[in-house]
């Protein structure tokens, strides 16, 4: 019998659902708090509770990016793998990749000092938004309106010994509707794909902060545009997020790697949990 191993940090209601969904398809579940392992240079693969596949749904990036390396190394399959979770964790990194790959994504710009992200900020205009590279859930993800915001910013992440609060992630302020898209990629399949509108007095969609789900049409153009993100970040087990641009159309602005799917399941029939427990099956005899 197949054995597919949860890693995680945290239980959320999605490592749950995957786990139930596993058992109720008559296959073998572990669940393993990433938190409790262990390796050394000698661990070997024949330990049996990694099982035939690991599904990687650590929270704390760093953590999982770690974790996942040591696995990769002894010879296990996880999923996603290390790239991709590398490339997912790291905004810098995946809208150079989106671009590379002509993906369309929102003009970005980067800098690496106090002054220089000043002098980028005075040159690109306001409003623009600004993200720390790594994070999720909305958190530290502002619109800079003006000098004075922009001045805060800076004075704020100089006193932040964080070794990525001086990396700036400077991005146009899209033209959007007050909701944007989250495609779940299993493979080459979209399991469900969801409008997320923003909730009152807060322009951030993300679920965390009040975001509402809708099923969005999975429109060709959807589907294309989404699959080319999935394949230029590596593939796997995806969420692909995207907003409409009112005069380009969609904008892919950002790929997890965990991704959580509460607000998704909620509102769409597909089956999201069990969709990706056939994919890790299909994974595990490759
Ligand atoms: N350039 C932008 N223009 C307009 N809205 C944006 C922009 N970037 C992000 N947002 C909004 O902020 C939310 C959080 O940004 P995102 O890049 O997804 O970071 P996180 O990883 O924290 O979710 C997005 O879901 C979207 O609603
Ligand atoms: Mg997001």
Known sequence: MIRICIIYDKLRFEEKKIYSKIKEKGLDATLVDGKSITFDTESSKRDPVFGDIILQR???YTRGLHLTYCLEQMGLPIVNSYN??????????TSMILKKNDVPTPKTTFAFSTESA???MKNLGYPLVVKPIIGSWGRGVYQIKDQSMAEMLLDTRQDNDN??????YLQELIDR???DIRCIVIGDEIAASVYRYSSENEW?????VGGRTEEAPLTSELQEIVLKASNAIGGGILGVDLMEDKARGYLVHEVNNTVEFRGA???CKSDIAGAMTDY??????K
């Open 58 to 60: 650590v929270i704390s």
């Open 84 to 93: 991709v979770s590398e490339i997912c964790g790291n905004k810098l990194i």
């Open 118 to 120: 000043r002098e980028c």
């Open 163 to 168: 070794s990525y609060s001086r990396i700036y």
């Open 177 to 179: 509707p007050s909701r």
């Open 204 to 208: 951030r969609t993300n679920v965390a």
């Open 265 to 267: 399941s909620a509102v």
């Open 280 to 285: 890790l099956l299909k994974m595990s005899t």
